[in-house]
């Protein structure tokens, strides 16, 4: 991928400086324990449509015992709800798509172009394409070991209304 194709450049960004922490992002996204999936987030530009975060993989991960047992490889599916996660944080913290949940709408043009593993920082970042108020948000998304691109694709999030997630604990 041509690096003016690349949504950040991975190598200029700032770990030092973390604009939201684990309780900052728990005030917009409702995953908890094994679910929560960011440990950080470093870029949310609104006026860009660009979130940028990234986690710290460890030998604890909820998937590393049975994913090639000896050989822990992240599952894709794991990178995409990273992903999810991230865009989730974006359009809440910024009111994009109204009250209620962000859920899976689906996701097109994926491709996993390198492994991450126990170890690993995975930075992810993502870009607002498309804003349909209180019905979706479409987005880039970007996965970055170190320099290397392992993942890409578009997802959509979908608005969950509060109501209709209350009625199904009842």
Same mark, same amino acid.
């Given at each position: 991928m041509a690096v003016k194709d690349l949504i950040c450049d991975p190598a200029q960004l700032d770990f030092e400086h973390i604009v939201a922490d684990l309780d900052e992002i728990r005030r917009y996204n409702p995953q908890r324990y094994e679910m929560e999936q960011i440990t950080?987030?470093?870029? $949310? $530009?609104?006026?860009? #449509?660009?979130?940028? #975060?990234?986690? $710290?993989?460890?030998?604890?991960?909820?998937?590393?015992? #049975?994913? &090639?047992?000896?050989?822990?490889l992240m599952p894709g599916v794991i990178m995409c709800e990273i992903a999810a996660q991230l865009c989730s944080f974006h359009a809440h913290k910024h009111d994009l798509l109204g009250e209620g949940i962000v859920g899976f709408? #689906? &996701?097109?043009?994926?491709?996993?172009?390198?492994?991450?593993?126990p170890g690993d920082r995975l930075v992810i970042a993502c870009k607002k394409l498309k804003v349909r108020r209180s019905r979706m948000i479409t987005c880039l998304f970007?996965?970055?070991?170190?320099t290397t691109l392992v993942c890409e694709g578009h997802l959509r999030g979908i608005l969950l209304p509060k109501s209709a997630l209350s009625a199904i604990s009842d």
């Open positions: 950080a987030i470093v870029v $949310d $530009d609104f006026e860009a #449509g660009i979130c940028i #975060g990234y986690k $710290d993989l460890t030998d604890q991960e909820f998937w590393v015992r #049975g994913h &090639l047992p000896g050989m822990p709408g #689906g &996701l097109d043009d994926v491709r996993f172009r390198g492994v991450v593993r970007q996965a970055f070991v170190g």
